[in-house]
């Protein structure tokens, strides 16, 4: 049980930042982030995982597939939960900044925002792939694209 709680301390806020990217509802993607632990604490099998982030990813990705299932693919963003963190107030401009990207990149496929989103949180390709059920190349690659069309987009912003 210790092992668990080192793992959810080290994960969770990884997790729950890249369901939120996805969902741009805080209470959706704190229930999320709490299943995503719920099930692995139970389901986890060193031998069938690479590593335990790549799995959590995995449960995450899924969870979140689900929630645009029940949702129709339609998601929409509170204008208030973006910026209630003291952290955010602090930050004015980046919290703009961070609200505008976070909904362009909701415009991507959902297979781009995913894979955007756990590089962005430090996941390597291979860890990516694992997660999302796709090759490596096929990981470089959507990051790659995500990217350029994040810096196009930032470019027409300037």
Known sequence: ?????????????????FVYGLTLDRRDAQDIT???FARALTAYNP?????????LYTIAHRLVTDYHRRKRDTVETDEDSLGND?????????????????RYLN?????????VLMRAQGLSYSEIAAAIGISVSAAKVRVHRAR?????????KI
């Open 1 to 17: 049980m210790t092992d668990f709680a080192n793992i959810y301390t080290r994960y969770a806020s990884d997790i729950y930042r």
């Open 34 to 36: 709490a299943e995503t």
């Open 47 to 55: 031998e069938r995982q690479p590593t335990v982030r790549a799995f």
């Open 86 to 102: 003291a952290e955010f107030d602090q930050h004015s401009e980046q919290r703009d900044l961070l609200e505008s990207t976070l």
């Open 107 to 115: 415009t991507f496929p959902q297979p781009d925002r995913e894979a």
């Open 148 to 156: 350029l069309k994040l810096a196009i987009w930032k470019a027409d």
